[in-house]
């Protein structure tokens, strides 16, 4: 089985740029997550999508910050304008579907995309 | 709010030596307890999971057990080697609105031969 991919793994831009990062979760799962893992710290959801439905917003920045699930698999989460401290690897996660989430449920991470802002 | 706690890293250890790292949290209701594994370069792997007091969680010789009178969720393992060199991350889900995992700040661990 396929894990949760993300793209680009790397990413510098200078301050004021945006950029985009995209997830595609494992096949089947309904519930995604964009966590920001800044260096030293534990990751901090982001936001949380059930199908195309956001769930939980309330950790974003939404003044910069956006994210859209269309047609409930693939993810875009996009910073405009980025700030300096906005460097961090984003985490997209995704948890089995079929039912409504638990909180047993594991979630499976992506490799991350580390962003520098300079 | 919700919040875990675990120990400060970085930890060094020579192959062989055991391992315990703390962990201890603050939650409502009847969390789910984690620990994830973060391999040099690589993503986020769950190592283990507990979802109810006195389960044990177990993997590739880590064990953790969820104690409820302690808040807490201890990683052991009797006998380190060098590729378990990582950072290890205690985790909590406790539901509610939404089921986002709650991280500590992680733990570095470097095990030399």
């Known amino acids: 089985e396929a894990g949760v991919a993300q793209s680009p793994r790397y990413k510098i831009i200078e301050k004021r740029q945006s950029v985009a990062f995209w997830c595609n979760p494992i096949?089947?799962?309904?519930?995604l997550y964009w966590y920001q893992q800044i260096l030293g710290q534990g990751p901090k959801l982001l936001i949380q999508?059930?199908?195309?439905?956001?769930?939980?917003d309330s950790q974003l920045p939404k003044d910069r910050f956006s994210a859209e699930r269309l047609k409930g698999v693939d993810s875009t989460l996009k910073i405009q304008p980025a700030k300096l401290e906005d460097s961090a690897v984003y985490l997209c996660?995704?948890?089995?579907?079929?039912?409504?989430?638990?909180?047993?449920?594991?979630?499976?991470f992506g490799p991350g995309t580390r962003l520098t802002v300079l | 709010g919700d919040s875990v706690t675990q120990m400060e890293g970085p930890v060094t250890l020579s192959e062989e030596a055991f391992l315990t790292i703390n962990c201890t949290y603050t939650?409502?209701?009847?969390?789910?307890l984690f620990w994830y594994v973060q391999y040099p370069g690589e993503g986020l792997q769950l190592l283990l999971k507990?979802?109810?007091?006195?389960d044990k969680g177990s993997n590739k010789g880590f064990e953790a057990t969820y104690r409820k009178e302690t808040t807490s969720f201890h990683l052991e393992k009797g006998s380190v080697q060098v590729s378990d060199s990582a950072v290890y991350f205690c985790?909590?889900?406790?539901?509610?609105?939404?089921?986002?995992?709650?991280f500590g700040k992680g733990t570095l661990l470097t095990v030399n031969p």
């Open positions: 996660a995704s948890s089995p579907s079929g039912r409504a989430p638990t909180s047993t449920d594991t979630q499976y």
């Open positions: 096949s089947g799962h309904a519930t």
């Open positions: 999508f059930q199908n195309n439905g956001v769930v939980d």
């Open positions: 939650a409502t209701g009847y969390p789910s």
């Open positions: 507990a979802t109810k007091a006195d």
């Open positions: 985790a909590l889900n406790s539901g509610g609105s939404n089921y986002k995992l709650t």
